[in-house]
């Protein structure tokens, strides 16, 4: 089982709709969980920090967390295509000095 | 405020070389983090330093070896150069060791 494990996609969305993201983690102990968008070429680019159970929201994007679960979603509201991207979903290692990332989820959202 | 800043974007080698790649963190940040992302795949961990020391290094052979500076800044060296290294390469800053991490723009390094 992977340490980071995300849907690659492709997810694709109607521009309007809201597009739902989804990410298991193994490490029971993780305490803190991080969503990046990257653009083909480019680098990730950090989107959202969550360290409690439950929602965040920032802007268009919630994140959403249930430790006993282990899964962490990212929601995208009102879809655009600008947010056509891969996700990252990143978890640190247990002594903090490393992000274990999951593959990946690639967005379309098609006008 | 400047970001993580990278050099040098590209690089074209040949197997066998080295390489050095740097990396300049966001001001007050301490921790500096490499990562290897091939196409298709998430970023993978190779190196962590904070406060010039070590503290974290991932499954990566000898040949991939790391320094932090005293201004906090970084390389990353890479010898005997494998097709397979061929990547982008990023550097990822953060304040301490477990806190947000933001990522420079990278070093795609081709080797043929």
């Known amino acids: 089982q992977k340490e980071v494990e995300q849907n690659s996609g492709p997810l694709s969305v109607p521009e309007g709709a809201i597009a739902s993201l989804n990410c298991t983690y193994s490490d029971r102990g993780s305490q803190s969980f991080f969503w990046y968008r990257q653009y083909s070429g480019k680098s990730p680019e950090l989107i959202m920090s969550?360290?409690?159970?439950g929602d965040k929201e920032d802007g268009r994007f919630t994140a959403q967390l249930n430790k006993a679960s282990q899964y962490v979603s990212l929601l995208i509201r009102d879809s655009q295509p600008s947010d056509s991207a891969t996700y990252l979903c990143?978890?640190?290692?247990?002594?903090?000095?490393?992000?274990?990332f999951g593959g990946g989820t690639r967005v379309l959202v098609k006008p | 405020d400047a970001g993580v800043t990278q050099s040098p974007t590209h690089l074209i080698k040949t197997r066998g070389q080295q390489v050095t790649l740097r990396c300049s963190p966001i001001?007050?940040?301490?921790?500096v983090s490499w990562y290897q992302q091939v196409l298709g795949q998430g970023p993978q961990f190779i190196f962590q330093y904070y406060e010039k020391e070590e503290r974290g290094r991932g499954n990566f052979p000898d040949r991939f070896s790391a320094r932090q500076f005293p201004n906090y800044s970084s390389e990353l060296n890479v010898n005997a150069l494998l097709l397979g290294d061929s990547a982008l390469y990023l550097c990822?800053?953060?304040?301490?060791?477990?806190?947000?991490?933001?990522f420079g723009q990278g070093t795609r390094l081709t080797v043929v």
């Open positions: 990143a978890v640190p290692g247990a002594a903090g000095n490393k992000l274990t």
């Open positions: 969550i360290y409690s159970n």
């Open positions: 001001s007050g940040h301490k921790s």
């Open positions: 990822a800053s953060s304040f301490v060791v477990d806190t947000e991490a933001f």
